[in-house]
């Protein structure tokens, strides 16, 4: 049996998962902050998730963990968490010390399209890109099967591409990155002003003929699109799956963003052959993406160094 956690910025979600990778239990509990209080709630919710699944916790045999911030996937540390309070954490240390299982340590978003991968078990792709819209925008990449770190862990962060150069400036250091303009955290500053500056709020805005809304949300779409467009340019993934904090299976984002992307197809032969629009799937409504995919970490075939 298998652990998966996903410790997110206001809670941690834990999922055990059988050898055939049907869900035996699951527990969500608000994290807390900084180094101690992340492990100690990551440590309970595996205690919980044994008690819940009626084996000891000496029977699990891999623990994966997703987590945003920095991961060196090979010492399974973490650092530059903003959102947990955490500076640098041994992770797989901290777990290792109470339980038998072996421990893997995963950025969220990669671990979100491991998830996605197993859950779409589609035998027709060899590669995907998951753009996840979340307060920020990054993407997990699965190529030829196997989850693609980069040779600094950064592959996929295409939301600090620099898009414009006039643009504002970043908490990154940059001037006018991509996430900047497609994100949640892009809409406040798309469309300022009190009250609800969520997703839902925009379009319902947009829809109802608020210029300012409408221009917000066309911006927002548009550099959506870019983002499935740099995807595919780079690497040219069969799939780029959206899914993230912003996106509901009703939300009508997707299909602006297709719309987008076939007007750009109507403006050049060589954009049209790559088929975008058809490109683009929602990601399956799971609510624990990341967790399944953490418990899928020590899957032999979904590792890599690279
Ligand atoms: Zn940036």
Redesign the pocket.
Same mark, same amino acid.
């Given at each position: 049996m298998r652990v998966g956690l996903d410790i997110g910025g206001t809670k941690t979600v834990g999922v055990v998962l059988d050898a055939g990778g049907s869900i035996l239990a699951t527990h969500r509990v608000p994290t807390g902050r900084g180094n101690a209080e992340v492990a100690a709630t990551a440590i309970a919710v595996i205690d919980e998730l044994a008690q819940r699944s009626r084996v000891p916790s000496s029977s699990f045999t891999s623990i994966g963990i997703g987590i945003p911030g920095v991961v060196d996937a090979k010492t399974g540390e973490v650092s530059h968490a903003v959102n947990l309070g955490l500076t640098r954490l041994s992770l797989r240390h901290e777990l290792a010390a109470h339980f038998a299982a072996s421990v893997a340590v995963e950025n969220d978003v990669n671990a979100a399209a491991v998830g996605v991968w197993h859950l779409l078990a589609d035998p027709t792709l060899e590669s995907m890109a998951y753009l996840n819209l979340g307060t920020g925008l990054a993407a997990g990449l699965v190529l030829d099967g196997r989850l693609r770190r980069g040779s600094r862990g950064t592959a996929g962060e295409i939301?600090?591409i620099p898009v414009d150069p006039h643009g504002p400036p *970043?908490? *990154?250091g940059?001037f006018g *990155?991509l996430?900047l303009s497609a994100s949640g955290a892009a809409i406040a500053r798309l469309w300022p002003g009190a009250g609800d500056r969520a997703l839902p709020a925009l379009l319902r805005a947009a829809a109802a003929g608020d210029a300012d809304a409408a221009a917000a949300r066309d911006t927002l779409v548009a550099n959506i699109a870019a983002a499935v467009r740099v995807l595919v340019l780079t690497i040219d993934v069969d799939v780029v799956v959206i899914g993230g904090g912003m996106i509901s299976a009703e939300s009508p984002l997707i299909a602006a963003v297709q719309d987008v992307l076939d007007v750009w197809a109507s403006r050049s032969p060589f954009i049209h052959s790559l088929e975008l629009s058809s490109r683009v799937r929602y990601a399956p409504s799971a609510g624990a993406l990341a967790a399944i995919g953490a418990a899928h970490l020590a899957t032999p075939g979904v590792l890599s160094s690279t």
């Open positions: 939301g600090h *970043c908490a *990154c940059q *990155c996430e």
